[in-house]
T-cell receptor, first 114, second 115 residues
Framework: AQKITQTQPGMFVQEKEAVTLDCTYD???????LFWYKQPSSGEMIFLIY??????QNATEGRYSLNFQKARKSANLVISASQLGDSAMYFC???????????FGAGTTVTVRA | NAGVTQTPKFQVLKTGQSMTLQCAQD?????MSWYRQDPGMGLRLIHY???????DQGEVPNGYNVSRSTTEDFPLRLLSAAPSQTSVYFC??????????????FGNGTRLTVT
């Protein structure tokens, strides 16, 4: 089974600054998919960004970008120009090939300060 | 477009009671799954289904049953509730068409407390 590690339980960031959320994973597969989700205090799970292991470029979606380092098995999420609405818990997740299940990390809570 | 609908949003049970958490999706997704979320542990997979009539166990299946009689519905049954099942439960679905990069679509969750 895949193991996803998020080592930062909580982080504070100043409004308008960038923040990087760490995610490392353990897999022997060469092909896999990596996902990030946001969970605001209201509780819903919001899909943010996807990175395929064979994608040549790092994924970007608006203010979200993924710093993907395959050799290091890391897929860090970068949120640029933080906003108060970015305060939430963020989960990293992975899917193996020929599988539909997502394995999740423990999550990182981000608090944006005005 | 309703997406994934879970009911109820909140539930309190006494130890030993049984109940069913409902999940329905209107996106014609083949894959459906149930997760539980506990502090510091992320989301852990309970059961999943790849189509009507097909279910399988996830990481933490004990104390839970599922069935998939239709593509749309995937109910989760707690057979005899225990305080350890106090958690937030999420139902999620995804499409097979672009399997590796198809994100899970989540319901809004059910907060269950077992006393």
């Amino acid at each position: 089974a895949q193991k996803i590690t998020q080592t930062q339980p909580g982080m504070f960031v100043q409004e308008k600054e960038a923040v990087t959320l760490d995610c490392t994973y353990d897999t022997s597969d060469q092909s896999y998919g990596l996902f990030w989700y946001k969970q605001p205090s209201s509780g819903e799970m919001i899909f943010l960004i996807y990175q395929g292991s064979y994608d040549e470029q790092n994924a970007t979606e608006g203010r979200y970008s993924l710093n993907f380092q395959k050799a290091r098995k890391s897929a860090n999420l970068v949120i640029s120009a933080s906003q108060l609405g970015d305060s939430a818990m963020y989960f990293c997740a992975m899917r193996a090939p020929n599988d539909y299940k997502l394995s999740f990390g423990a999550g990182t809570t981000v608090t944006v300060r005005a | 477009n309703a997406g994934v609908t879970q009911t109820p949003k909140f539930q309190v049970l006494k130890t030993g009671q049984s109940m069913t958490l409902q999940c329905a999706q209107d996106m014609n997704h083949e894959y459906m799954s149930w997760y539980r979320q506990d502090p510091g542990m992320g989301l852990r997979l309970i059961h999943y289904s790849v189509g009507a009539g097909i279910t399988d166990q996830g990481e933490v299946p004990n104390g839970y049953n599922v069935s998939r009689s239709t593509t749309e519905d995937f109910p989760l049954r707690l057979l005899s509730a225990a305080p350890s099942q106090t958690s937030v439960y999420f139902c999620a679905s995804s499409s097979f068409q672009e399997q590796l990069n198809s994100p899970l679509h989540f319901g809004n969750g059910t907060r269950l407390t077992v006393t």
